[in-house]
């Protein structure tokens, strides 16, 4: 027992150099990938290396002081499967029928060694389901594989580290080590209900990731620092080999030409990124995203060069004075030589001031989640960026009207791909979006109004019910009835496929207040087609404003449970659940369903954003082809919350001959 105590020991000594020589590597990958770090993530990670560690000690540890120590237990492989019954049952008095010998057997090393074969490797199995999402038989193979490692390793005394083995290599051991990976995976399974769901927390951090937060940005500073410093070291190699290494001013001007080349030459030649910064993918760009010039990376990175260089060089020139070569500047040179603690005391608490000020700065932005201005980016016009950010600010700044986005669907439409493709993708990628966020089927509901906005709606019900997702219909009409085109044909294509296909999408036809009320409580998504770009008025009028109020009461207030329709029915009807269409913006109730607004919320006027009574709150916009006016208005990201662009189609060209179009007009 003591052994494995110390070898744990071992390990937590161990951990913190590993977690120092993993660190770096570890925030380059996650912020590629996610764009951000979620402490969560974090402690998971670092665990499991932890438990890695101390798993390989328990395994390999302790060693044996010399290299052709022969240990004689571990020279013959144990090959026979279940030898450690048999040995057991030899060797003890155990008897079941005799509860005394009970407590003996538990002691005995047999059984307790067993025992911690198996609890080896529960862990992995729990990290491989809960973590790394793997299936049993994926868990089975690795947890196979590892045991297999420890094996052979012991068997090899560390792969021809020392001579003979120095551990026994026991079939035992890997089947009662598969066995335990396997454990840990079952054990998982109830607790993953209440754990955090990786998924989301990987697209949570995806969303956070679009900003370029102060670390992301220090970090890829740091990487530039340490590029620029290892060139600098080459260079001075080089300076080195040609006899040139004592001369001072020829390396403080080489050290100056690779700051050059790190931080204004490759970001002018990868049009706005450092190399730290392509690796963290991040971006420099002028303060409206657009793309920056040459001499704004100089005066970014001359200006932070000044900032943190001038004070150093003003330093050692106060201190370096020498009052008895006082020439011409003989009055200056002679009070700063006398008054040198002065200078230095003054030029301390300035650095300090300076030193807070950044750190205030950095602390409200934080707070405010508004993105860290240094004074230097304030000067030069210039910020920092996420690349994915960068991209997004663009397409919020290419605002189309409503009317232009007609236009650009039919240039679409006349070049080939018809409005009911274009129907087909919007729909999809709505679909897409609910299994970001719901990542497990789980019941959905689509509101779907009579419009083109609905017909995107009936093509995210199939897709979601394609995958296994229980789907809600809600539509005011049956299919067809609905006027629009592509709409109608659409609804009149998904309704026929669910039946043939038998598809989980039922459709419920202007169903009563009771109906709707307890389908929209029971879901996890809800899809809002019914109101687009067509929407018009003040007021929505019935029966999509039930609707509109019913998905809102249940985002505001949470969910009712089940036998209380009549209750609900009759507050609905006193119109007491429009809480969202109040000026306070209220919070979202915790166990609220996921709710997608397709294109533009409901009640919302895309071209103007002024809200109309009720207007639906969502968690999310997706938006087809183009941002709209009223998605970037001001005020208006309580109803929309966040907006994310489906392009559809490649946009580019279309917009280019729409720009043409406009200005013969
Ligand atoms: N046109 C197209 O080819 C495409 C359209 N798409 C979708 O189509 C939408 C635009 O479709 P539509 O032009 O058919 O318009 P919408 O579907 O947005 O709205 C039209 C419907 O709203 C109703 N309506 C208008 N004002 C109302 C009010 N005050 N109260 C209650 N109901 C009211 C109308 O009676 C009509 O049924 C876009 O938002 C987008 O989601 C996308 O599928 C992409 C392709
Ligand atoms: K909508």
Known sequence: MNVYVSNIV???????????????????????????????????????????????????????????????????????????????????????????????????????????????????????????????????????????????????????????PYRLFDVDDLMMNTLG????????????RVLPDFRLVNEEAREAGMRASVTKRALSFLLDLLI??????????????????????????????????????????THGQTLGQKLLRLRIVRSDASRAHWY?????????????????????????????????????????????????????????AWGVSLLVRAVRSWRLKRPFVM??????????????????????????????????????????????????????????TVRLHVPDPAPVVVLAGAGNNGGDGWVAARALAEQDYPVTLITSDLAERIKAEPARS????????????????????????????????????????ILGTGFAGDEVRPPYAAWIRAANRRRFEGSRGKGRGRHRKRALERGRHERGERRSAPMRAKDAPFTVAVDVPSGLSAQTGAAARPCLAADMTVTMLAYKPGLVATETN??????????????????????DELEDD
């Not at 990976?181 to 993953?192: I, Q, T």
């Not at 300076?239 to 030409?257: F, H, K, M, P, Y």
């Not at 309580?638 to 720009?659: E, S």
Request: hydrophobic letters at 55%.
């Open 490 to 529: 659409t609804a009149l294509d998904v309704f026929a496929d669910t039946a043939e296909r038998d598809l989980p999408l039922r459709v419920l036809i202007a169903p009563d207040a009771d109906v709707l009320i307890d389908a929209i409580d029971g879901a996890e998504a809800v899809v809002d087609a």
């Open 181 to 192: 990976a396997m454990v840990g995976f079952w054990m998982v399974g109830p607790a993953m």
């Open 228 to 269: 620029a410093g290892f060139l600098g070291m080459l260079v001075g190699f080089g300076l080195a080999a040609a006899g040139l290494s004592g001369q001072e001013t020829i390396s403080v001007w080489t050290d100056r030409a690779v700051l050059l080349l790190c931080f204004v030459v490759v970001p002018v030649v």
């Open 296 to 352: 704004q990376f100089l005066a970014r990175y001359g200006l932070l060069y000044l900032m943190i260089w001038a004070p150093f060089a003003a330093l050692s020139g106060v201190v370096g004075l020498d009052p008895s070569t006082s020439g011409e500047m003989g009055a200056i040179v002679n009070f700063a030589a006398h008054n040198q603690t002065l200078l230095v005391w003054a030029w301390v608490v300035l650095m300090a």
């Open 375 to 432: 004074l230097n980016g304030l000067i030069s016009n210039t910020r920092i960026m996420t690349v994915a950010g960068v991209e997004r600010e663009r397409e919020r700044r290419c605002v189309l009207d409503v009317a232009d986005v007609a236009a650009l669907e039919r240039l679409i439409a006349d070049d080939g791909t018809p409005l009911a493709e274009l129907m087909e993708r919007a729909g999809t990628a709505v679909a897409d």
């Open 10 to 164: 071992m390990a937590a000594l161990s951990f913190p150099l590993i977690a120092f020589v993993i660190t770096i590597p570890y925030m380059v990958y996650q912020y590629r990938k996610f764009g951000s770090i979620p402490w969560l993530r974090t402690l998971v990670v670092y665990s499991f290396v932890f438990y890695l560690l101390c798993a390989y000690f328990l395994v390999l540890l302790p060693l044996p002081e010399d290299r052709t120590a022969i240990v004689p237990y571990a020279q013959t492989p144990q090959l026979v499967p279940f030898n450690f019954v048999h040995e057991f049952l030899a060797e003890t008095s155990f008897s079941p029928s005799n509860p005394s010998t009970w407590l003996a057997t538990l002691r005995d090393p047999y059984v307790y060694e067993a025992f911690f074969n198996v609890l080896l490797l529960v862990p992995l199995g729990m990290y491989l389901r809960y973590y790394f999402r793997r299936t049993w038989w994926q868990t089975l193979i690795i947890g196979f594989l590892v045991t297999l490692s420890f094996e052979t390793t012991q068997l090899t005394g560390l792969w021809g580290l020392y001579e003979h």
């Open 638 to 659: 309580r109803w929309t919350g966040m907006v994310t662009l489906a392009r559809l189609v490649d946009t580019k060209p279309y917009l280019a001959a729409l720009g």
